[in-house]
Structure formats: C-alpha cells, structure tokens
Nanobody
Framework: QAQLVESGGGLVQAGDSLRLSCAAP????????MGWFRQAPGKEREFVAA????????YNADTVKGRFTISKNDRKSTVYLQMNSLEPEDTAVYYC?????????????????WGQGTQVTVSS
C-alpha cells in the first residue's frame, strides 16, 4: 500500500489559517481519489473533502462552510487542504486517505489506505 504522510498541523488561534499536506508515493494522486477526514475526541471520523484523479472535488458543506479548499500537485504527488477562518470546532486529527474509486467518495469505507494523521488544535 502507498504510504501517506500528513504534515502541517499545529496549534493556532480562532480565525487563523493552516495548510495541511499529504505526501504520497509518486503518481499516487494521478491514479487515486484522495480524501481528507478528521476525527475529534469522542466523535466519529467525518469526511472533510476529496479530490478525484482528474481533479473533481467534493466537500462536506456543513463542515467546511466555504472555508477549506482541497487541491493537489500531481508532479509532487501531494494533496493539500487549505483551511481558513479556523474555529475551535475544527480541532481534530486530520487524516489523508487514498481510494481507488473514480469519483471523489465521501464514504470512508471506500478508502483503503490511510496516513497516520496530523493534529490540528484551534484555541478560542
């Protein structure tokens, strides 16, 4: 399985921005749908955003509320999650995942390869 490595998390204040990165083995983002999920303490993992291999994107509108943007660089085989106007409710471990589905899936069961996660903490 492809090794996915997230980075970019940290402790920020409400209203700040962060950009998460997910580095994947060469050509992974050209052939797989890539997704971002998050899990807050005591809560189930939830879908945040996904991007297909051809660049089709989908978001969890209730979670993102127009503040997050997913993108990728196929040459670097890296997926990004730009998060703006962060809120304390965004505090969670953020996971990158890869799926063989052609369309960007919201279902975590579609993803068979996961990174270790990066912690995002937003203080009020």
């Amino acid at each position: 399985q492809a090794q996915l490595v997230e980075s970019g998390g940290g402790l920020v204040q409400a209203g700040d921005s962060l950009r998460l990165s997910c580095a994947a083995p060469a050509r992974t983002t050209m052939w797989y749908t890539m997704g971002w999920f998050r899990q807050a303490p005591g809560k189930e993992r939830e879908f945040v955003a996904a991007i297909s291999r051809i660049g089709t994107v989908t978001y969890n509108a209730d979670t993102v509320k127009g503040r997050f943007t997913i993108s990728k660089n196929d040459r670097k085989s890296t997926v990004y999650l730009q998060m703006n106007s962060l809120e304390p409710e965004d505090t969670a471990v953020y996971y990158c995942a890869a799926a063989q589905s052609g369309s960007p899936s919201r279902d975590d069961k579609s993803y068979d390869n996961w990174g270790q996660g990066t912690q995002v903490t937003v203080s009020s």
